[in-house]
């Protein structure tokens, strides 16, 4: 088969061995699996069965049409390349309008939120995803930056998720907070922020060259889609996840302010 499958991704999104997995699935099922199964698992050569497929799926918070779709001989993505252009819900032409579709994302997501970029300085949206991390303890949020960060703003954000949340620590065996940088530096930037029912892609302005205050609202199947763009891109970025590592980013101060860097 061509590629890892998801169950395999969603195991390294969460920085675990396949015997980690075997352990945390034991927990919840009471049975006996170990590492080699959970292999033949994720390669195909072995089909999960009922028990251990809802247990997983409770794991990795990720329904069992996605994680088993290399078992049971279905593409996982046929549904977003089916619905096409139906994703997106909205596409928004103004500053006010993106930020408030970004809080909305924000403010909605419940299991995951993902945020990716080296831009970020809006005060508002960077607030909001602090609150969301405090007050939710089951929400696993992803920061994944490309290059430093552009304004001070976006550092001294980090240095607060960090002062909330412990990267270390584990919720119910989850690790729910994860931020790391893309490197090498000249990788494309990706600008979103997502959660599991919706997403909201800056684009450039429609207005001149003032930034990005433009984007589209995505509905849900595109928002599961960039999730897991999310987090497949924060298991292979280097780790950000200490005050000592956020304090030794430099900050590439991107010039002038211009409105939509958010």
Known sequence: MDGDSALKRARLARNLTQEEVADLLNEITGGSSDGSVVSAWELGR??????????????FREPPEVLFA?????DAISVLEATGTDVVVRVLTRYTDLLEAMLDVVMNA????VVTGS?????????????????RPDLVHYRVLYGPPRHAALSEHLVRLLELRDPAERRNGVKTLHIGIVEPLQAMERYFVASETAAVVPLPSFHGAEGFDCGILLGREAAVGLVQ???EACASA?????LEAVYALPVRHGGAPRQGDT
């Open 46 to 59: 072995k089909r999960t069965g009922m028990r251990n497929r809802r247990a997983l799926s409770q794991l």
């Open 70 to 74: 290399h078992q049971d001989g279905r």
């Open 110 to 113: 419940r299991e995951y939120l």
């Open 119 to 135: 831009r970020s300085r809006e005060k508002t949206y960077l607030a909001a995803i602090e609150t969301a991390v405090a007050q």
């Open 229 to 231: 763009h999310g987090r």
């Open 238 to 242: 280097r780790p950000v996840e200490t």
